[in-house]
T-cell receptor
Framework: DQQVKQNSPSLSVQEGRISILNCDYTNSMFDYFLWYKKYPAEGPTFLIS?????DKNEDGRFTVFLNKSAKHLSLHIVPSQPGDSAVYFCAASGGGGADGLTFGKGTHLIIQP | GAVVSQHPSWVICKSGTSVKIECRSL??????MFWYRQFPKQSLMLMAT?????????EQGVEKDKFLINHASLTLSTLTVTSAHPEDSSFYIC????????????FGPGTRLTVL
């Protein structure tokens, strides 16, 4: 049973445009959500996070939106750059981020020049 | 940002042998470390939670006698895969959480285990 779902295995976006990566979750106990970027054979790199008490968090080109009623969150990257090409994982936690994370399957973002 | 290292980065072993993987937090003290496993084209799956000075907590379906975890200090946790079999071949990744309750887990670079 997949508690964190990323339904798009891949996404192709033109350089300079906005990339929107989506994530859905089913567990109401999740209270902290994170996005990680990952390259093959490397560990995930933290990008941005959001607590369930917020609906938006912004950090530079990255913005995460949380819709608790829909159990949906999204990561916006604008403008998209070639270096953004990677696999992006959505993760959730029930302990404010300090518990083990439940990951989605990832979305492979490809930024085209 | 915080740095977490893993050693070795890759290992090939024969079936039936044991393999130890180290996870170190290099510039902060980690009260809690986590071990994850990732199969090809799959998500990272939490295996266990490792707390310094206490026994690890294993996720459902993870054999504690097969995956031995030791968190002997605030900067080191080890995962030992005992009597490894080819189905244990995977990418093992650790993460660490700092003492001050930092909300982000910092991940190591991972260890690729191949069991022949």
């Amino acid at each position: 049973d997949q508690q964190v779902k990323q339904n798009s295995p891949s996404l192709s976006v033109q350089e300079g445009r906005i990339s929107i990566l989506n994530c859905d979750y089913t567990n109401s106990m999740f209270d902290y959500f994170l996005w990680y970027k990952k390259y093959p054979a490397e560990g995930p790199t933290f990008l941005i996070s959001i607590s369930s008490i917020k609906d938006k968090n912004e950090d530079g080109r990255f913005t995460v939106f949380l819709n608790k009623s829909a159990k949906h969150l999204s990561l916006h990257i604008v403008p998209s750059q070639p270096g953004d090409s990677a696999v992006y994982f959505c993760a959730a936690s029930g302990g404010g981020g300090a518990d083990g994370l439940t990951f989605g399957k990832g979305t492979h973002l490809i930024i085209q020049p | 940002g915080a740095v977490v290292s893993q050693h070795p980065s890759w290992v090939i072993c024969k079936s039936g042998t044991s393999v130890k993987i180290e996870c170190r937090s290099l510039d902060f003290q980690a009260t809690t470390m986590f071990w994850y496993r990732q199969f090809p084209k799959q998500s990272l799956m939490l295996m266990a939670t490792s707390n310094e000075g206490s026994k690890a907590t294993y996720e459902q379906g993870v054999e504690k006698d097969k995956f031995l975890i030791n968190h002997a200090s605030l900067t080191l946790s080890t995962l030992t895969v005992t009597s490894a079999h080819p189905e244990d071949s995977s990418f093992y990744i650790c993460s660490a959480v700092g003492r001050r309750g930092v909300n982000e887990q910092f991940f190591g670079p991972g260890t690729r285990l191949t069991v022949l």
